[in-house]
C-alpha cells in the first residue's frame, strides 16, 4: 500500500477542488495513483467540483443567531454565485447547519471549521454536498462568535446583512419583550448606519490620528488663528465620533434621542443598567 502524505493531498484538491477527506479516500483506494485518484472523484461525481469552484462568488447570505438564553451569538457568510441559489430555502439550511457548527466549536478560523462535525457530517463535507445539490461554487467567506451577558441578533432583508450586538447588563430581565426589542433595535441601527465602532474608546487610534491630521489641515487653511484652528479641528473629531460611533449615532427610530439614551431609556423602566459593549456587522462580499 502506497503513503498517503498531505502534498498528494493537496496536489489532488488543487486539481479537482474536492474536499481534503474525500480526496484522502480516493487516493487510499487508487492505491496512491494521482490519476486514478481523479478517477474514483469523478465517478463519484466529487472532481466536478473543480470546474465550479473557479466562478465568482458575487452572492450569498449571512446567518446570525444566538443560544436560548441569548447570552452567546454566531455570525456566518456564506457565498454562493446568483441570488436565485442565495434566495433559496435548501441554501440557507447549509448556511444553518454551518452556523450551527460555529455555535457548538466557538470555532472563528474558517479553515479550522471546516474539519468540525455537525451531526457527524464535517462542514467541509456540508459545503461540497451545497456545491453539488445547489450546482454552483459555494464559499465559506467569513465566521464570528460571541459570548455576553446578553446577545442580540439581527438579519437585514434577504441576508445582505447580519448583526449581532454584545450587552452588559445589571438587574434586567433579558427575556422581557421590552429588552428583546431594545437589542433588535441597537442590532437594526449598525445594520443601516454602519458604524465603525460601538464606543469612542473602540475606534482604532491610527483612524483618529488620521481624521484629526485631515481636520488639522483643514482648519489651517482658514488662516484663523492656532488656537482657533485647534477648536475647529476638535469639533470636526467630534462630529466624527458622533456619526461613527454607535452609542453617540443619533438612533435611526426617533432621531432626538442618541443610541446611548435610547438604550438608557430601556434600562431605566426595566430597573437595571444596560451598556452596548460591542458588535459583528458581516455585509456579503466586504
Not at 491610527?206 to 492656532?226: D, L, N, T
Not at 438604550?263 to 459593549?277: E, M
Amino acid at each position: 500500500m502506497a503513503q498517503i502524505t498531505a502534498a498528494m493531498v493537496k496536489e489532488l484538491r488543487e486539481m479537482t477542488g474536492a474536499g481534503m477527506m474525500e480526496c484522502k479516500k480516493a487516493l487510499t483506494e487508487a492505491d496512491g495513483s494521482l490519476e486514478g485518484a481523479v478517477d474514483v472523484l469523478r465517478t463519484r461525481g466529487l472532481a466536478a467540483v473543480a470546474k465550479k469552484a473557479g466562478r465568482a462568488t458575487n452572492e450569498g447570505y449571512v446567518m446570525a443567531v444566538t443560544n436560548e438564553e441569548d447570552t452567546a451569538g454566531a455570525i456566518v457568510e456564506l457565498k454562493c454565485e446568483t441570488d436565485f441559489v442565495s434566495g433559496n430555502e435548501k441554501f440557507r439550511a447549509y448556511v444553518a447547519k454551518v452556523t450551527e457548527a460555529v455555535m457548538a466549536s466557538k470555532q472563528t478560523d474558517v479553515e479550522a471549521l471546516k474539519a468540525v462535525e455537525v451531526e457527524g457530517e464535517t462542514v467541509e463535507a456540508i459545503l461540497t454536498d451545497c456545491i453539488h445539490v445547489m450546482g454552483e461554487n459555494t464559499e465559506l467567506a467569513r465566521v464570528a462568535y460571541t459570548e455576553a451577558p446578553a446577545v442580540a441578533a439581527y438579519i437585514h432583508g434577504t441576508g445582505k446583512i447580519g448583526v449581532l450586538v454584545e450587552f452588559d447588563v445589571e438587574g434586567v430581565d433579558t427575556t422581557a419583550a421590552e429588552f428583546k426589542q431594545c437589542g433588535k433595535d441597537v442590532a437594526m441601527q449598525v445594520a443601516a448606519i454602519a458604524p465603525i465602532a460601538a464606543n469612542r474608546e473602540d475606534v482604532d487610534p491610527a483612524v483618529v490620528e488620521h481624521e484629526m491630521g485631515i481636520y488639522k489641515a483643514q482648519a489651517a487653511e482658514s488662516g484663523k488663528p492656532e488656537a482657533i484652528q485647534e477648536k475647529i479641528a476638535t469639533g470636526r473629531l467630534e462630529k466624527f465620533f458622533k456619526e461613527q460611533c454607535l452609542t453617540e449615532q443619533a438612533f435611526v427610530k426617533d432621531s432626538d434621542k442618541t443610541v446611548t439614551e435610547y438604550v438608557n431609556s430601556v434600562a431605566k423602566a426595566l430597573g437595571g443598567t444596560i451598556k452596548v459593549k460591542s458588535f459583528t456587522r458581516f455585509a456579503l462580499g466586504e
